[in-house]
């Protein structure tokens, strides 16, 4: 059923290669597409994230995937048969309103039955008027299409949420049951739990004894980083500064990154915007909320694990956090009924 449904993918394109993006087996498009392919400018992608959101979207069901082995299991889009049209609007991370626009009138153009856009302006809403995701979502529902759209990650400050027009869904990133935490083990044998993964240790970066980060926002996410390191509360903090300034050779070991099993999700990202609408607050937004923390998905082979241009590590899954691993949750949902409930 859900090979008739066509998403478009608005983001920083997508790495064709991927497994994830494997067509074996795949119908033919429906008749009423009409797109074509585009190569005025690549379609690749380059950055790793467009590859990430689309196959949390649609990607085909890949066993034994992980990111050095976290997150071990099938990695599986929600409508592996749907059909994706990946509209290339940012680059770098850099999404330009014209981009947004043209994007908008060529997946209104080509047929799309869902157009999933996990991008939002940054701190506070736009003015309708002055919003190309508000204007361009206006023309496609008119049109019959659904856009799915990132709520942002500037929370977890009052009417940071980016996407606010009625007539859009704008999802809220939250927790999972799966948690990937870090170890740093001091030289009096105390273990010090926080977030961040250390997980190569192929030496490839470790040229320097690793980091230590001391932070009170954002603990409840993992980052990738090219080297051994950890983030930890400020109380976690004090007391590993305490051991170092009261031993001769301090010395600690960072421990490869491991899973735990979080009872408390689904919880909102403390990154996560939140509302109220700050255009119409009589209209709640964000509208919902789904997975968006340690999220393993498809990635790019030419794009860097951390984000670090200096970090040549290659993977095919990447592990990332943000309401814009939210909005495709939603999508694939949306894709899901459209496909029983064409009208």
């Known amino acids: 059923m859900e090979s008739n449904v066509i998403i478009g993918m608005f983001d920083i394109g997508i790495w064709l290669e991927s497994k994830s993006f494997n067509d074996k087996g795949l119908r033919p498009p429906p008749r009423k597409w009409k797109g074509a392919c585009s190569d005025e400018a690549s379609p690749l992608d380059f950055i790793g994230h467009g590859s990430h959101t689309s196959s949390i979207a649609a990607g085909r069901s890949i066993s034994q995937a992980s990111l050095y082995g976290l997150a071990k299991g099938t990695a599986r889009g929600a409508v592996p048969s749907a059909k994706l049209a990946v509209y290339k609007v940012c680059a770098s991370f850099l999404c330009y309103e014209h981009d947004i626009l043209a994007g908008f009138d060529d997946a209104i153009s080509d047929g799309v039955d869902i157009i999933s856009a996990s991008i939002s302006y940054p701190y506070h809403a736009h003015d309708y008027f002055d919003d190309a995701i508000a204007i361009g979502s206006f023309h496609a529902m008119a049109n019959g299409i659904l856009t799915s759209t990132a709520a942002g990650n500037s929370g977890p400050g009052h009417y940071s949420v980016g996407n606010v027009a009625p007539w859009l869904i704008s999802a809220t990133a939250s927790s999972i049951d799966r948690h990937i935490i870090g170890r740093v ?94 255009i119409t607050p009589d209209i709640l937004k964000p509208d919902i909320r789904a997975p968006g923390i340690d ?49």
Request: with cysteine.
């Open 185 to 278: 083990v001091t030289g009096d044998n105390v273990s010090t739990t926080g977030r961040l993964f250390s997980a190569t240790h192929d030496g490839s970066f470790i040229d320097i004894e690793g980091m230590i980060y001391v932070q009170d926002f954002e603990l409840d996410v993992s980052f990738s980083f090219p080297k051994p390191a950890i983030i930890v509360s400020s109380v976690d903090g004090f007391n590993l500064l305490r051991y170092i300034n009261n031993t001769e050779n301090p010395v600690a070991n960072i421990h490869k990154s491991e899973e735990i099993f979080y009872s408390e999700a689904p919880q909102v990202a403390s990154f996560s915007s939140k509302g109220p609408n700050g």
């Open 295 to 343: 999220i393993l998905a498809a990635w790019s082979k030419v794009a860097s694990v951390s984000g670090y241009s200096k970090d040549t590590r290659v993977v095919e899954f990447n592990i990332i956090s943000g309401s814009s691993m939210a909005c495709p949750h939603v999508t694939g949902a949306a894709a899901y009924v459209k496909s029983f409930h064409p009208n």
